[in-house]
T-cell receptor, first 116, second 111 residues
Framework: DAGVTQSPTHLIKTRGQQVTLRCSPK?????VSWYQQALGQGPQFIFQ???????QRGNFPDRFSGHQFPNYSSELNVNALLLGDSALYLC???????????????FGQGTRLTVV | KQEVTQIPAALSVPEGENLVLNCSFT??????LQWFRQDPGKGLTSLLL?????REQTSGRLNASLDKSSGRSTLYIAASQPGDSATYLC??????????FGKGITLSVRP
């Protein structure tokens, strides 16, 4: 089991550009969540995808959007990049149990995005 | 709004010491609590998951406890080793399943 995999591992973009980050969940998991972690801070929830739909969203602007594919993999897109978008972007996968609650979350190694 | 606090922000201990890392949260209506380890510049490694109905979980030298009513969790590390040096994050999951994290405790274990 490869666990949660993210690509790319590092990325440098120019202010105003657009970026797409990718995530493949752990085998057997159907839910993907994205988090942004600024230096020295805890991860902040961006949004969560289940059954190809955005299930819930954190306090992030519409410049942040996502998608989940039928194979449960997911993309995070950020438009009109700002310097403040520089962070470690983490993807987490889990599955929804019978009670409708997500089980233990497993995280990927993250994508380090630098906006210059 | 759920808030998670981890104090202190950093801790330095000599090798072999038993230590306790604390986590507090403001809303006791949680579904579970997870402790994670993060090495510099890396992703998060799940250490322990405690369901809201449980009081504690153990894995090797690690033991985590949960007191939901008081909004507290502790991670106990026995016989600390230099390889335990990392940042330890706690996160709580509410009914909407999103994780709310603390800022983490950066642990340094001196040889």
């Amino acid at each position: 089991d490869a666990g949660v995999t993210q690509s790319p591992t590092h990325l440098i973009k120019t202010r105003g550009q657009q970026v797409t980050l990718r995530c493949s969940p752990k085998s057997g998991h159907d839910t993907v969540s994205w988090y942004q972690q600024a230096l020295g801070q805890g991860p902040q929830f961006i949004f969560q995808y289940y059954e190809e739909e955005e299930r819930q969203r954190g306090n992030f602007p519409d410049r942040f959007s996502g998608h989940q594919f039928p194979n449960y993999s997911s993309e995070l897109n950020v438009n009109a990049l700002l310097l403040g978008d520089s962070a470690l972007y983490l993807c987490a996968s889990s599955f929804l149990d019978k009670a409708g609650v997500n089980t233990e979350a497993f995280f990927g190694q993250g994508t380090r995005l630098t906006v210059v | 709004k759920q808030e998670v606090t981890q104090i202190p922000a950093a801790l330095s201990v000599p090798e072999g010491e038993n230590l306790v890392l604390n986590c507090s949260f403001t809303d006791s209506a949680i579904y579970n609590l997870q402790w994670f380890r993060q090495d510099p510049g890396k992703g998060l490694t799940s250490l322990l998951l405690i369901q809201s109905s449980q009081r504690e979980q153990t894995s090797g030298r690690l033991n985590a406890s949960l007191d939901k009513s008081s909004g507290r969790s502790t991670l106990y590390i026995a016989a600390s080793q230099p390889g335990d040096s990392a940042t330890y994050l706690c996160a709580v999951a509410g009914a909407n399943s999103k994780l709310t994290f603390g800022k983490g405790i950066t642990l340094s274990v001196r040889p």
